[in-house]
């Protein structure tokens, strides 16, 4: 069981950044490889970023390339989303996971979710 606590939303204006944090309970957080996902309203969830257990590799979604960088600290047992240049359309509920694999297929299925947290972009 791995519990997740995000944290770090709020409001921002376009062209700023902020930095979103995930902390894991548990023992075996370095198991998983972690993804951020959002959702705005009206709209489906999103994948943004994922990053490797090891945290060697990295994967974003197309909106997001050159802006987001994801990173974790397994030491920490936290997962971090570096957000700049960012834009109104990355208004939405950022949600961390948890997907438990040997390898890095970060498109499967992910066992276990944050509460999420709200980023809103003015204009």
């Known amino acids: 069981q791995v519990q997740l606590v995000e944290s770090g939303g709020g409001l921002v204006q376009a062209g700023g950044s902020l930095r979103l944090s995930c902390a894991a309970s548990?023992?075996?957080?370095?198991?998983?490889?972690m993804g951020w996902f959002r959702q705005a309203p009206g709209k489906e969830r999103e994948f943004v970023a994922a990053?490797?257990?090891?945290?060697?590799?990295?994967f974003y979604g197309d909106s997001v390339k050159g802006r987001f960088t994801a990173s974790r600290d397994n030491a920490k047992n936290t997962v971090y989303l570096q957000m700049d240049s960012l834009k109104p359309d990355d208004t939405a509920v950022y949600y961390c996971?948890?997907?438990?694999?040997?390898?890095?297929?970060?498109?499967?299925?992910?066992?276990?979710w944050g509460q999420g947290t709200q980023v809103t972009v003015s204009s």
């Open positions: 548990g023992r075996t957080f370095s198991s998983y490889l």
């Open positions: 996971a948890a997907r438990r694999t040997l390898g890095l297929d970060y498109t499967g299925t992910y066992h276990y």
């Open positions: 990053v490797s257990r090891s945290g060697g590799s990295t």
